[in-house]
């Protein structure tokens, strides 16, 4: 069973840094693509960033190219995002999710195991 926790969530002022960790366990890391989702209050869930596997190919949200990373520590089974020169509109519960499409997508339904959420707050 696939089991994803995120961490490293808080709350930052416009500007600051955050940088997101999720620990999956139960699932072949680097075989699957894996992405980070967030949901604001009132809004749909949408896509931030994927990785595909193997070729560490990636896709970012055009509101966060330039200001955040994906990348993956396949010997850990760790993935990361950072979040740099964050903004009052990236405040949302962050999710981590795997999926078994072969390349870095931002489509929920690519993905089919999900994290708990991490709270991500930014203040003007």
């Known amino acids: 069973q696939v089991q994803l926790v995120e961490s490293g969530g808080g709350s930052v002022q416009a500007g600051g840094s955050l940088r997101l960790s999720c620990a999956a366990s139960?699932?072949?890391?680097?075989?699957?693509?894996m992405g980070w989702f967030r949901q604001a209050p009132g809004k749909e869930r949408e896509g931030v960033a994927g990785?595909?596997?193997?070729?560490?190919?990636?896709v970012y949200a055009d509101s966060v190219k330039g200001r955040f990373t994906i990348s993956q520590d396949n010997a850990k089974n760790m993935l990361y995002l950072h979040m740099n020169n964050l903004k009052p509109e990236d405040t949302a519960v962050y999710y981590c999710?795997?999926?078994?499409?072969?390349?870095?997508?931002?489509?929920?339904?690519?993905?089919?195991?999900w994290g708990q959420g991490t709270q991500v707050t930014v203040s003007s």
């Open positions: 139960g699932y072949t890391f680097s075989k699957n693509c």
């Open positions: 990785i595909a596997p193997g070729t560490g190919r990636t």
């Open positions: 999710a795997a999926g078994s499409a072969r390349f870095a997508t931002l489509r929920t339904l690519n993905y089919d195991s």
